[in-house]
DNA sequence: ATAAAGAGTACTAGAACAGTACTATTTCAT
DNA sequence: ATGAAATAGTACTGTTCTAGTACTCTTTAT
């Protein structure tokens, strides 16, 4: 069950926020709350689970707040998602995956739903929070049907 | 808001259960009910939905049926998806894409749902129904930071 | 000591999904 | 012609889960 609520699509505007912004600044809650229109409470409830997932740090008391733990190049949509929506329905497969499919056997998949996961998760995988702030190019090329295809390039190049 | 709920999969099951037979066939909800073990209301209403997004072709009447209106190769997860979910969430930046993207315009994007959304769309759109039929091959392969990614390699040899 | 910030828990209203039932219409076979 | 089997369409309902809110505790710098 693959699922973007809006608390995710907030999830992902705060990351945003902080990372656009020098890493050593701190950001509290309250200030993240009005910069990104967001309610305060809503904010402190997904800043708290990204903390729990190792993706901010934070320091309490007063002059405390959240900090990225790494560098945004280094944190991807998948793992962001992830840390809010629980773990990207790869559950079972992923336990048989470390044991059985490193060696290439076959897999007698009968749920697609474990496909269609891996294939979005793959996707999510390749795109950092780097390049969700920095302004990407949107371009629509048409597939062999004629039909329109949109398509995001980073600005350094790399493909989706 | 992206979301791929349980009737969904019920979904891409039937297509899937469909593909799998030989073309010619003529395909019941009943029928298709029992071999996917399936309610059998549920069965019709995503058939029915199919349908009408010209997925499916339908006859009417005793020795009536459900068939595939095109070839497997040529039905792409993103239309059975989009089919059953409703447009995948791209409904307003499609538009603009046709106007401005095309040539190249800078896009100024403050949601990122919509990244998201055509990356995952991107994704989608490059597995098709017959790749889901077939058995797959999943390899698990180890990034940079050593962490386990899985990877769906098709049969044909190209790569999601 | 105090004010400001994060940490944690619990509760509530609302929406949306999933499932079901019923009826009309079409078509082939007898 | 008639009946059986299939799709077509609509409406309803219960349950689940999300989103939002409130309150209290703990930590820390001034």
């Known amino acids: 069950m ?8 907030y999830g992902l505007v705060l990351m945003s926020q902080i ?13 993240l709350a009005v ?5 305060l409470p809503t904010v402190s409830k997904l800043l708290k689970k990204l ?11 007063i002059k405390g707040g959240y900090n990225l733990a ?3 190049q280094l944190i991807s949509l998948a793992e962001i998602i992830a840390a809010l929506e629980g773990p990207l329905a ?5 336990m048989e995956i470390t044991g059985l499919c490193d060696l ?3 897999c007698p ?3 697609n739903q474990r496909i269609i996961s891996q294939v979005i998760r793959g996707a999510l995988e390749k795109v950092t929070l780097s390049d969700l702030i920095r302004p990407m190019r949107l371009t629509a090329i048409r597939d062999q049907k004629g039909n329109l295809v949109p398509t995001v390039s980073v600005a350094s190049g790399r493909m989706q």
Chains 1, 2 share one sequence.
Do not use: Q
């Open 19 to 31: 990372a656009r912004r020098p890493a050593a600044e701190m950001h509290t809650a309250r200030d």
């Open 35 to 39: 910069e990104c229109h967001l309610p």
């Open 2 to 9: 693959i699922r973007l609520g809006k608390l995710t699509d």
């Open 70 to 72: 790494r560098e945004s």
């Open 104 to 106: 290439e056997s076959l």
């Open 109 to 111: 998949i009968k749920d």
């Open 90 to 94: 790869l559950t079972e497969c992923s």
């Open 51 to 61: 903390l729990h997932s190792g993706l901010l740090t934070s320091h309490r008391g």
